[in-house]
């Protein structure tokens, strides 16, 4: 951006000088270098208020380089700035549209895992439920258990 700026400014000085040395003796608008320094400005910003205007053939094409290069050097340089802009502007909505999502989506999984966890029939080893440790286990209970898995496997 720098560099397209000092190009830009080498072209105003430079194309001002010319302007002013061919147009000095047949243009009565441009009679000194500020002169041809401000139609150099009007020209290289594409403005063209029309107050100065070369008169030669030669100042003419010189005028012509000035406008395509004030193009080149000031316009272009907007457009990429304001794509530039665009793309922040469209980065931040996307990071937003990411952030609202993001909490749904948590606890939609999280909702999901407890529901798994939770079923009777879950291989999870997950530890949903209070762990109780058994400090006491009657036999009789133990007999039957023992009972039902021999009538499971008969």
């Given amino acids: 951006m720098f560099t397209t700026m000092y190009i830009g400014f080498l072209t105003l000085i430079f194309g001002s000088f010319l302007i002013f040395l061919v147009e000095k003796k047949d243009n009565r608008k441009i009679q000194s270098f500020a002169d041809a320094l401000w139609w150099g400005i009007i ?48 980065q931040q909505q996307r990071q937003k549209h990411l952030i609202r999502r993001r909490v749904p989506a948590a606890t939609l999984i999280q909702c999901m895992w407890r529901c798994y966890a939770a079923d009777k029939k879950s291989t999870s080893v997950a530890t949903w439920n209070i762990y109780r440790p058994q400090t006491f286990v009657e036999p009789v209970l133990v007999c039957k258990r023992l009972f039902y898995l021999y009538e499971f496997f008969l």
């Fill in 43 to 90: 020209t290289l910003c594409t403005v063209g208020y029309g107050d100065a205007v070369p008169k030669t053939w030669i100042g003419k094409i010189i005028a012509a380089f000035c406008a395509i290069a004030g193009i080149s050097f000031f316009a272009l340089p907007a457009g990429i700035l304001g794509s530039g802009f665009a793309l922040k502007v469209q």
